[in-house]
Each structure stands twice: as structure tokens, then as C-alpha cells.
């Protein structure tokens, strides 16, 4: 099983500032992550697929890279309604999907 | 706009059954892969099963293979899960989930359903 570990755990930040989430994978999944945002009693909603591209209708401030072990989504302006937990998810070796454990961003 | 909408949750007592549903609207049910996500309270998620837009090809987490089925009926635009033998590790809320590639699946989800929640509990 690949192990997703997102840090920090708890990011807490002010509107208008740069956020910097990382996913770091157990072994290599080439460009096969997603990025995922939920909101307290919401379903989560796809931000990036393939560890760049963003997802339909997201906002140009949400960004992903990397590949390999090492990714990172950035929010460049933090928006009120961004605070909330973000989840990074593989598909490298399907049907064996695993999810990082969260981070949480939090003004 | 899409909609995915599960129900059948409830609680359950351990080793009893339950099967969840998912309509789906808003898009050609029968192109895209489907699958179930679950999320145990004030946990993250764990994928559980997928079933390809033909319903020919299914995969189980292994946390739950031989004792929950995923299914479909295309002809209904609904998606089901077939859980049997449930466990107090089964807790959860159990989302379903759109592929976003038609045909062969891609694994990732672009749609999500609000969750049905399921306990299992004596």
C-alpha cells in the first residue's frame, strides 16, 4: 500500500496570504495525485487531478506540482471561504487508492 | 448539473446487513465509472469499491472484499453497495463518487454525493 503523509497536519494562516500544503508518497506515484478540499459537513470537491491540472470550475489562486515522492498544492491568495481540510489521494497503482490523513487550514 | 443523491443508511447492528443507493443525474450515468468512498467520523477517507460504467468491472478495498458488492443499474441511474457482515469499523458516512474520465476509470472523483451515514452499533 502507498502511504500518503500531508504536513503540516494544521496550517493556520491569514486571508490574503500564500499557502503551501505537502504530500509526500511511500514510493513513487509519477503524476497520479489529486488534491481535495472539504468543508465541515460538506463532501470533499476535486480541486487537482494528474498533480497540476486543475479540476472545472477552481479558481486560478489553486496551483499542484511536483511528481515522483513530492507534492505540493499552493493557494496563492487565501480567499475566506479556502480555510477548511485538504486531502491529497493516488491512483498510481489502482485499484489500491489511498488518501493522505489531512491537513487543515485555519485562519 | 450533476447530482449524485445516496440513501439507506441507518443503523445497523454488528454482523447484520445493509445496502446503500446512489440516483445519479445531470450527466450519462452509463459512461462513467462509480465509486464508493467512506469517512469514519472525525476521520479521513478510504476509498472502498469502484465499478466500471458498464458494470462489468468491479474492485474492493481489501478492508471490505467478500463482505460489501458494489453494483449498478444503468437502466435506473443508480449505483448500489451490498453491505453484509457489518463491523463497528464500518462506521461511517459512505459517500458515492463520479469518475472523471468516461469509459475506463481514472480514479478520481469529480463529483461526490452528500454522504449517507451508517452505524454500527449493538
Known amino acids: 500500500e502507498i502511504v500518503l503523509t500531508q504536513s503540516p497536519a494544521t496550517l493556520s494562516l491569514s486571508p490574503g496570504e500564500r499557502a503551501t500544503l505537502s504530500c509526500r508518497a511511500s514510493q513513487s506515484v509519477s503524476s497520479y495525485l489529486a488534491w481535495y478540499q472539504q468543508k465541515p459537513g460538506q463532501a470533499p470537491r476535486l480541486l487537482i487531478y494528474g498533480a497540476s491540472n486543475r479540476a472545472t470550475g477552481i479558481p486560478a489562486r489553486f496551483s499542484g506540482s511536483g511528481s515522483g515522492t513530492d507534492f505540493t498544492l499552493t493557494i496563492s491568495s487565501l480567499e475566506p471561504e479556502d480555510f477548511a481540510v485538504y486531502y491529497c489521494q493516488q491512483r498510481s497503482n489502482w485499484p489500491l487508492i489511498t488518501f493522505g490523513q489531512g491537513t487543515r487550514l485555519e485562519i | 448539473q450533476v447530482q449524485l443523491v445516496e440513501s439507506g443508511g441507518g443503523v445497523v447492528q454488528p454482523g447484520r446487513s445493509l445496502r446503500l443507493s446512489c440516483v445519479a443525474s445531470?450527466?450519462?450515468?452509463?459512461?462513467?465509472?462509480m465509486h464508493w468512498v467512506r469517512q469514519a467520523p472525525g476521520k479521513g477517507l478510504e476509498w472502498v469499491a469502484v465499478i466500471s460504467n458498464d458494470g462489468r468491472d468491479k474492485h474492493h478495498a481489501d478492508s471490505v472484499r467478500g463482505r460489501f458488492t458494489i453494483s449498478r443499474d444503468n437502466s435506473k441511474n443508480t449505483l448500489y453497495l451490498q453491505m453484509n457482515s457489518l463491523r463497528a469499523e464500518d462506521t461511517a458516512v459512505y459517500y458515492c463518487a463520479k469518475d472523471r474520465q468516461k469509459a475506463a476509470a481514472d480514479y478520481y472523483f469529480d463529483y461526490w454525493g452528500q454522504g449517507t451515514p451508517v452505524t454500527v452499533s449493538s
Open positions: 445531470g450527466f450519462t450515468f452509463s459512461s462513467n465509472g
